[in-house]
């Protein structure tokens, strides 16, 4: 363990030059128990924004997994469409896992998904609350050429700016296999509360809902909570 923490140190100092903010979970799924690591950045600019994260899964004991697990990666442009609450969207997700057994172990894809399309967005004057709303085509290489997905992201700063709520959901459609079940559409979400310690240190809390989610390797609903620790550059 503490090796694992001077690694994510180094890897933080390096990063920080570039990233907005960076955070660690505890997840306390079931059958989860591990440290994920987010490094998150938003960037407007005249045109439009572009934004990014990169996740990692620092092993999973109860499977046996003494590495990383997952590492997994968006990054998305948005192109203001004149002086409308209007943009033009374009994204790519996509990444790998390893999965163990006590009697064998592989590695798994994530596949490159290709997504285009339109978003509104709304922010308060003052910047404390604000939405964002995307319709998007999907590709899924090797899977669906043609989905959909649809996505809402929001932030709302209250109390003067000591707690925050922020989060997304999406909700698209893949075909996906459960053992002989098979499903057809997922939904995610990952809302977060922070508490702001400081301006750039806060303590919180996430919690991941999915349906059908191939990521929580079960059919169904499912929820995992995590506490987290995040910094702001």
Do not use: C
Not at 147 to 162: A, I
Not at 205 to 230: D, H, M, Q
């Amino acid at each position: 363990m503490k090796k694992l923490v001077l690694l994510l140190f180094i890897g933080f100092l390096a990063l920080a030059a570039v990233s907005q903010n960076i955070q660690t979970h505890y997840d306390m799924g079931k059958e989860r128990h591990f440290l994920t690591t987010t490094v998150e950045m938003f960037k407007p600019d005249k045109t439009g924004n572009t934004f990014f994260f990169i996740d990692m899964n620092y092993g999973d004991l109860d499977h046996n997994i003494h590495g990383v697990s997952l590492a997994y990666w968006e990054i998305s442009r948005s192109f203001n469409l004149g002086k409308s609450p209007f943009a033009a969207h374009i994204e790519y997700n996509g990444g790998m896992g390893q999965w163990k057994t006590p009697d064998a172990g592989g590695a798994y894809q994530i596949n490159n998904a290709y997504l285009g399309g339109v978003e509104y967005s709304r922010n308060a004057k003052d910047f404390s609350s604000g939405f964002t709303i995307q319709t998007l085509f999907k590709s899924i290489q090797g899977k669906n050429k043609a989905s959909f997905q649809l996505t809402g992201v929001w932030y709302v700063n209250f109390l003067k700016g000591k707690m925050r709520f922020d989060g997304f959901a999406d909700f698209w459609k893949e075909d996906n296999n459960f053992g002989t079940d098979k499903t057809t559409y997922v939904f995610l979400s990952e809302p977060q509360i922070w508490y702001n310690v400081t301006s750039k240190f806060a303590v919180g809390s996430e919690e991941e809902l999915g349906y059908n989610f191939t990521g929580n390797r079960n059919k169904g609903f499912y929820i995992n909570p995590t506490i987290a620790l995040k910094y702001t550059f």
